[in-house]
């Protein structure tokens, strides 16, 4: 039986998605345990400790930030970096370097960082996750088959999913990706991609911001996955050059938002879809 023990009392990202990714890693978790590990089981290598027992020592399966000196890593940290992951992680998940500052330098260093007021970082605390931290916080043992076990399953797996996307849509983008100025107007093509992922989108943005430096807005295509086989068209950063209920009436329009900031419409030769762009862009 393997288990992991992490602390008691109020319980944060840190522990909660420190778990998670461990029951992803192992395989074999079978209980997480919310108490202080003893020095027995400190030393036993068959027990994760994460959070508690103030100590680093990946042999013995310990991860622990609360020691002298580590004022800038939390067990989550700790964990990516010894997985070698860490980077990877980052270009994936943007929110996971500020769990980390929330952790280890509290909620106003992250609102400092993002240069938000205390009140929005009030306003963008997410009821759900509040939810299943309260749910974690009130368990003194969650047994692999319970509901909230079942859901860090998931959470884990689609955290490391999420990479394993994020790396083969990469390398397709690479080969595929096409830039081009439309009527002024700065246009990504890369709707021939066949993989499609929630982490499309985001290399997208980060590739126009490699060719275009400066840029605030632009146009990009892509795999729709809401309507298979169809393209996706969509204005960034609601670029006022751009409105797309100007074509929201072709012929292959299949679904237009009425604010003009995406459509969706049929395959169609490449020349057409650059002059349903021409049409969206207001001169």
Avoid at 53 to 82: I, N, R, V, W, Y
Avoid at 146 to 151: A, H, N, P, Q, R
Avoid at 212 to 235: E, H, Q
């Amino acid at each position: 039986m393997t288990i992991i023990i992490t602390h008691p009392g109020s319980a944060h990202l840190d522990d909660f998605l420190s778990c998670c990714l461990v029951i992803n890693k192992s395989k074999k978790i079978t209980k997480i345990k919310r108490k202080e590990p003893t020095p027995s089981e400190i030393k036993d290598p068959n027990i994760w400790k994460l959070d508690v027992g103030e100590s680093l020592d990946p042999a013995k399966k310990c991860f622990d930030h609360h020691q002298k000196g580590m004022t800038e890593e939390c067990t989550l940290s700790l964990l990516l970096k010894h997985w070698e992951t860490w980077s990877i992680a980052n270009e994936v998940h943007r929110w996971l370097n500020y769990v980390v500052i929330k952790d280890t330098l509290g909620p106003m260093e992250v609102a400092t960082q993002l240069k938000i007021s205390s009140t929005a970082m009030g306003v963008l605390d997410s009821f759900i996750q509040r939810t299943i931290l309260d749910l974690f916080k009130d368990q003194e043992e969650i047994k692999k088959g319970s509901i909230l076990f079942s859901l860090m399953e998931i959470i884990g797996d689609h955290f490391f999913t999420l990479i394993d996307d994020y790396t083969t849509v990469l390398e397709e983008v690479n080969n595929k990706i096409e830039f081009q100025m439309i009527e002024g107007v700065q246009v990504v093509l890369c709707h021939e991609i066949i993989h499609h992922s929630s982490t499309l989108v985001l290399i997208i943005k980060d590739k126009m911001k490699e060719e275009w430096p400066d840029l605030r807005g632009g146009i990009a295509t892509y795999p729709n996955k809401r309507v298979k086989g169809s393209i996706a068209i969509k204005r960034f950063d609601n670029d006022p050059r751009v409105d797309f209920t100007r074509v929201a009436d072709h012929e292959k329009v299949i679904y237009c938002h009425p604010e003009g900031f995406f459509i969706s419409v049929e395959q169609m030769p490449e020349e057409l879809l650059k002059k349903y762009i021409k049409d969206a862009i207001i001169t």
